[in-house]
């Protein structure tokens, strides 16, 4: 008898006690299977992918080929900002939360669907996935790192989607089958929701036709708006950088501001209007450098993307908080500007202006098409004027007993 048998055979009877549910009847070979030889091995799929797992879930072992993955998109964005300083970037801060096999997500005591809380092992702070829940990242001065944590990670409390409050989790919308082949989801909002006529803003056909009902129902976003990430090569200087220790020891990162309310909004790459936000309006300083009197906060990319806040509300915004609101298309007047970036030396006109910025997936809204839509012709007065009627009518009497 091989030394590993009775290893396994002590294992599937701890399966059959705790996972039978989804496995009961299958014969321990059905997952342990030989790599090539007689003896029975462990499950693979630890080690090596989805084997041992595809040999029933046929066609799954694609997630791999897929973003979660290979996270091309992400060693991209690394490439074009800050490899061009340091090569060795990505390897120090960004090797977490990679998809290597079935059970990173499958494996929570037992083999079965993930649940919201082992999607959120990765997708939380700045990432989507903690929104769902009502969770915004934290500033990275310690002083306010404070309250609950969840997975070592302290967050803002905030308003969770409607989905996560009914019940909804994760593979509701995001199938296997659909990660599976890349696929960012496997239902939109109309396939489960046909849009009430009786709604205003859903009689108005180009807001049916130009616009994804994310853009109207998502209540708030994680913004991060100018992210530095600080180099040291004595890791002895971090002493005086009171900010929440990062994955690597040669760097510390912090932010300019963050950011929580109802998101700027651009054009995705399906051409329609959708929430967007900083991918990373990237900085960089080598304290070394900088203590030397060499450069300070080196802006090296400012992008943006278009993305779906998880934050959905059976509410909108109003009339004006789109027609009369050019910085939320990245066309904040001179007058009406707050933060002086180029006085604080981040060689930015402003974090709301395009010019210096471009998105990753898709396009920002043009000076000439926002003057359009901003236009008050007598249609848009009409309905303005009924918008405000309805929640006027909505309004309880203060002064009733």
Not at 99 to 104: G, R
Not at 390 to 396: K, Q, R
Request: proline share 5%.
């Amino acid at each position: 008898m091989h030394w590993m048998t009775p290893y396994i055979a002590g294992f599937c009877l701890l399966l059959s006690s705790e996972a039978m549910a989804a496995h009961g009847g299958l014969v321990c070979g059905s997952c342990h299977r030989p790599p090539g030889g007689s003896v029975v091995t462990a499950v693979r799929a630890a080690s090596s992918l989805a084997d041992g797992c595809v040999v029933c879930h046929r066609g799954y072992g694609r997630i791999f080929d897929q973003s979660m993955a290979h996270r091309k998109g992400e060693k991209q964005f690394v490439q074009r900002s800050y490899a061009r300083v340091d090569s060795g970037f990505w390897e120090k801060n960004c090797s977490s939360c990679h998809l290597k096999s079935c059970l990173d997500c499958h494996d929570e005591g037992e083999p079965k669907k993930p649940t919201v809380a082992a999607c959120q092992r990765c997708h939380k702070g700045y990432y989507t996935g903690w929104d769902y829940s009502g969770r915004a990242p934290r500033e990275d001065n310690m002083r306010y790192q404070r309250g609950l944590a969840i997975n070592d990670e302290t967050f803002l409390k905030m308003l969770p989607d409607v989905h996560s409050r009914a019940g909804l989790t994760c593979g509701d919308c995001h199938s296997m089958s659909s990660l599976s082949q890349g696929k960012k989801s496997s239902k939109g909002c109309i396939d489960c929701h046909k849009p009430d006529l009786k709604i205003l803003e859903h009689r108005i056909s180009v807001h049916m036709e130009r616009l994804e009902c994310y853009a109207c129902h998502s209540a708030w976003g994680a913004q991060e708006y100018a992210t530095f990430f600080l180099r040291f090569r004595d890791p002895k200087m971090k002493e005086d950088f009171d900010l929440k220790a990062g994955p690597s020891e040669d760097y510390l990162r912090s932010s300019y501001l963050r950011k929580q309310d109802a998101p700027p909004l651009g054009i995705n790459d399906r051409g329609r209007i959708s929430p967007i936000r900083p991918l990373f309006i990237a900085y960089y300083t080598d304290i070394m450098s900088a203590r030397n009197g060499g450069p300070e906060n080196t802006l090296l990319v400012a992008e943006w993307r278009a993305w779906f806040p998880h934050t959905v509300q059976r509410g909108s915004v109003t009339c004006e908080r789109c027609h009369d609101n050019p910085a939320r298309f990245l066309l904040e007047p001179e007058a009406g500007r707050i933060f002086q970036l180029k006085k604080d030396r981040l060689q930015l006109e402003s974090f709301w202006v395009q010019e210096g910025q471009r998105m990753v997936n898709g396009s920002f809204m043009s000076a000439n098409r926002y003057l359009r839509m901003s236009s008050k012709s007598p249609a848009y007065t009409k309905a303005y004027i009924e918008k405000w009627k309805t929640l006027l009518n909505h309004v309880e009497n203060s002064s009733r007993p």
